[in-house]
């Protein structure tokens, strides 16, 4: 079966895996999303899981993106390192059997650091292929992990790793803060505050207890602690993505109740932001890869 006839792709990540079925067009049949990611299967698991995959969408090749690439998934495929195109990815394809292939992740090692991502680099250059962002652009990623990246000539060029998301989670489930963060963020006067607060002073770790003295002390109201919170850490993540140097429209990419909260503080930074859908961004980039497996 060729590739070009229709395949199901899967973005397999460390706690989630969403599969979808596309037909020759690269349009999307069905799909499923669950929880079934990398760490909930044992090591000798990822066969059966795979079958259960075409059980639901149909017996077709598989093209696997994500962690499940990572030396706890599946079968590790080594990173690319930058500059990292679609070819580049195509060329390190990991294959598992004769119609199962997994993407590779990408590396990046200069200015005295090292940095890696998964799965990202599809939904990137699946934008870039799908002509949705500039091929010498920035991009800001949110999820657990945000990724700053920027382009060069359609290729990811460099990018940084902010553990913004996790850091929210950390604070929300195991902090003296976890009782002021039970709600949901709102793009507010108080999330814009502390954007512009942290945008402009590095000095995180006592602002964030400051939040609670704030709301002790009645100089700040329980209800605007977890937007303020929000604010701080992603004021912070986003002085670090600026501290690019670029005047290009910055994309910002992902899942929507992310990336709205980062465009605004994007905004409110001074700069402009367009908002991309990561999931039409991985569709692009997996139907490129399997166009160029069938070439």
Same mark, same amino acid.
């Given at each position: 079966?060729?590739?070009?006839?229709?395949?199901?792709?899967?973005?397999?990540?460390t706690?989630?895996? *969403?599969?979808y079925r596309l037909d020759?067009?690269?349009r999307?049949e @069905?799909?499923?999303?669950?929880?079934?990611?990398?760490?909930?299967i044992?090591?000798?698991g990822?066969s059966?899981?795979?079958?259960?995959? *075409?059980q639901?969408?149909?017996?077709r %090749?598989l093209?696997?993106?994500?962690?499940?690439?990572?030396?706890r998934g599946?079968k590790?495929? %080594?990173?690319v390192p930058?500059p990292?195109?679609? @070819?580049d990815?195509?060329?390190?394809?990991?294959?598992?059997g004769d119609?199962?292939a997994i993407?590779? =992740?990408?590396s990046y090692?200069?200015?005295?650091?090292g940095?890696?991502? *998964?799965?990202?680099e599809?939904q990137?250059?699946?934008?870039?292929?799908?002509?949705?962002?500039d091929p010498?652009?920035?991009?800001?990623h949110?999820?657990?992990?945000n990724?700053?990246?920027?382009?060069?000539?359609?290729k990811?060029?460099?990018?940084?790793?902010?553990?913004?998301?996790e850091l929210?989670?950390l604070l929300?489930?195991h902090s003296?803060?976890?009782d002021?963060?039970?709600?949901?963020v709102?793009?507010n006067?108080a999330?814009?505050?502390?954007v512009r607060?942290s945008?402009?002073?590095?000095t995180l %770790?006592a602002?964030?207890?400051?939040?609670?003295?704030g709301?002790?002390?009645?100089q700040?109201k329980k209800?605007?602690? &977890?937007s303020?919170?929000?604010g701080?850490?992603i004021g912070a993540d986003?002085r670090i993505?600026?501290?690019? %140097?670029?005047?290009v429209?910055i994309?910002?990419?992902?899942?929507p109740e992310l990336?709205r909260?980062y465009?605004?503080?994007? =905004?409110?930074?001074? *700069?402009?932001? &367009?908002?991309?859908?990561?999931?039409?961004c991985?569709?692009?980039g997996i139907?490129?890869?399997?166009?160029?497996?069938?070439?």
């Open positions: 079966m060729r590739w070009a006839e229709g395949f199901i792709a899967v973005d397999w990540g706690s989630n895996r *969403r599969a020759s067009s690269g999307c @069905d799909e499923f999303e669950d929880h079934q990611g990398v760490l909930t044992p090591a000798d990822f059966d899981a795979v079958a259960e995959i *075409r639901r969408l149909g017996d %090749p093209l696997l993106a994500g962690m499940i690439g990572s030396n599946w590790e495929a %080594p990173y930058c990292a195109g679609i @070819d990815l195509v060329a390190k394809l990991v294959w598992v119609r199962e993407v590779p =992740g990408v090692v200069g200015q005295g650091r940095d890696v991502m *998964r799965g990202e599809v990137l250059l699946g934008a870039v292929a799908a002509g949705m962002i010498m652009g920035l991009v800001c949110p999820g657990t992990h990724k700053w990246a920027t382009l060069s000539q359609g990811i060029h460099r990018f940084r790793t902010v553990m913004t998301g929210f989670n929300k489930e003296i803060l976890s002021l963060l039970q709600g949901e709102d793009v006067d999330f814009r505050q502390a607060h945008i402009d002073n590095a %770790p602002d964030l207890f400051g939040l609670r003295a709301v002790l002390l009645g700040m209800e605007d602690a &977890v303020f919170a929000s701080l850490l986003i993505g600026l501290s690019i %140097p670029t005047s429209q994309a910002v990419l992902g899942r990336t909260l465009a605004a503080a994007i =905004g409110a930074a001074g *700069r402009d932001a &367009v908002e991309l859908d990561g999931e039409k991985f569709l692009a139907n490129e890869i399997a166009k160029r497996i069938d070439a």
